[in-house]
């Protein structure tokens, strides 16, 4: 009997809000994503920060046993408070070597609720995407409705012929993290990745 390889761990990149949002969901969603990726053995890469859900998300994951690696531009370690407690952290010059370094650390892209830098830091990755520069998955976390709008414009955006319905396939929508996490898992593990991979 031919033993299955167990899948390999993925480094999965989450952008989500330096603020912590009106709805205490917003948090619990960010510490659920963190404690599965580290029960499911995967690293989480992320923007570096300890405020608002960055920190709940680095401090699940820390705390579950999971690694974590930062990356945080000079001009931000006072802003966004750099994160001491992290299993790597990254301080770079730019917002362009931010993002440049939490793609080459990824094999995934999720976005939790933020404000119009985690939109800008998913709609750039998608566009990559879109654009054959990576073939990597990348998901949308909707917790509480956070994105309907979001989504009902990226359906406008299909009717009125400005994207194709291909292209805005590619970003998976799920309104919780087990359902996400799997997702992201199989297109990134391919066949390689059980049914119940995120089951843990």
């Excluded at 029960?39 to 709940?56: D, K, P, S």
């Excluded at 931010?98 to 650390?105: D, G, N, S, V």
């Excluded at 709609?123 to 309907?148: C, M, S």
Aim: hydrophobic share 40%; proline share 4%; net charge negative.
């Amino acid at each position: 009997m031919t033993q299955q390889p167990e899948p390999r761990p993925i480094s999965v990149c989450v952008f989500c809000g330096s603020r912590p949002g009106e709805s205490a969901q917003f948090a619990a969603a960010a510490r659920d994503t963190g404690t599965r990726i580290a029960l499911l053995g995967w690293q989480l890469v992320y923007g570096g920060g300890r405020a608002g859900l960055m920190g709940e998300l680095a401090d699940a994951t820390l705390a579950a046993g999971g690694r974590v690696v930062g990356v945080i531009p000079q001009s931000l370690m006072q802003r966004e408070q750099g994160h001491p407690g992290l299993s790597e952290l990254h301080v770079v010059q730019t917002m362009h070597e931010r993002k440049r370094l939490m793609a080459e650390h990824s094999d995934a892209f999720m976005a939790l609720p933020g404000g119009i830098g985690t939109m800008e830091e998913l709609f750039e990755v998608w566009t990559w995407r879109q654009l054959g520069y990576h073939d990597k998955p990348l998901g949308l976390l909707n917790i509480a409705g956070y994105y309907d709008k979001l989504l009902d414009f990226i359906e406008d955006s299909v009717a009125g012929r400005f994207l194709k319905r291909e292209h805005s396939a590619l970003l998976q929508v799920a309104s919780d993290s087990a359902t996400l996490l799997q997702r992201l898992g199989r297109l990134a593990l391919g066949a390689t990745a059980p049914d119940d991979y995120s089951s843990t």
